[in-house]
């Protein structure tokens, strides 16, 4: 069990830019989420997945984002046309099978966008 | 909506204080309560749960109980060493199929040898 990983772990871009961060979830784990986090303030939801199917879309997720599960493995997450207000922590994580409240996700080290 | 609000930081202590960081959440129907902690430089590791009212949900000295009569689930420790020095956040995860977390916006405590 190596745990969630994410890459890049930095990523400058210029205003306007498109970005794409990956996340790779533990094994076996069907679902997959994704966070923004910005400087001081707890992370907020984006998406989530279970396996390749996309079940809940955040009103934070405007039409410059979007996310894939391709296979229900790893996922991807792109922004076109990158803003300054884009500039956060992107975070992922995962869970096991949907045990109800019992549900437990953990969190990859995060992606770190600024963008000039 | 579901929200969580945390006492504002940061928190300094020396060590071996005790330590509360007040928790309360504003939920419908049963939400399961989290404490997440986000040491400098690694990513948010789960510290404690509880998924029912009264429920106590402990580990590494660390307590916190789900109290429904007062939407709170405050994070507390007998005796903090510099090593716990971190942001703290509160979460839900609220009753129903959705899987998504609703964090607060995070408490940093600072232990002084």
């Known amino acids: 069990d190596t745990g969630v990983s994410q890459d890049p772990r930095h990523k400058i871009t210029k205003r306007g830019q498109n970005v794409t961060f990956r996340c790779d979830p533990i094994?076996?784990?069907?679902?997959l989420y994704w966070y923004r986090q910005t400087l001081g303030q707890g992370p907020e939801f984006l998406t989530y997945f279970q396996n390749e199917a996309q079940l809940e879309k955040s009103r934070l997720l405007s039409d410059r984002f979007s996310a894939e599960r391709p296979k229900g493995s790893f996922s991807t997450l792109e922004i076109q046309r990158t803003e300054q207000g884009d500039s956060a922590m992107y975070l992922c994580a995962s869970s096991p099978r949907d045990r109800g409240p019992q549900e437990t996700q953990y969190f990859g080290p995060g992606t770190r966008l600024l963008v000039l | 909506g579901n929200s969580v609000t945390q006492m504002e930081g940061p928190v300094t202590l020396s060590e071996e204080a005790f330590l509360t960081i007040n928790c309360t959440y504003t939920?419908?129907?049963?939400?399961?309560l989290f404490w997440y902690v986000q040491y400098p430089g690694e990513g948010l590791q789960l510290l404690l749960k509880a998924t029912k009212a009264d429920d106590k949900g402990s580990n590494k000295g660390f307590e916190a109980t789900y109290r429904k009569e007062t939407t709170s689930f405050h994070l507390e420790k007998g005796s903090v060493q510099v090593s716990d020095s971190a942001v703290y956040f509160c979460?839900?995860?609220?009753?129903?199929?959705?899987?998504?977390?609703?964090f607060g916006q995070g408490t940093t405590l600072q232990v002084k040898p």
């Open positions: 939920a419908t129907g049963y939400p399961s």
């Open positions: 979460a839900l995860r609220g009753s129903g199929n959705t899987g998504k977390l609703i």
């Open positions: 094994s076996e784990h069907n679902r």
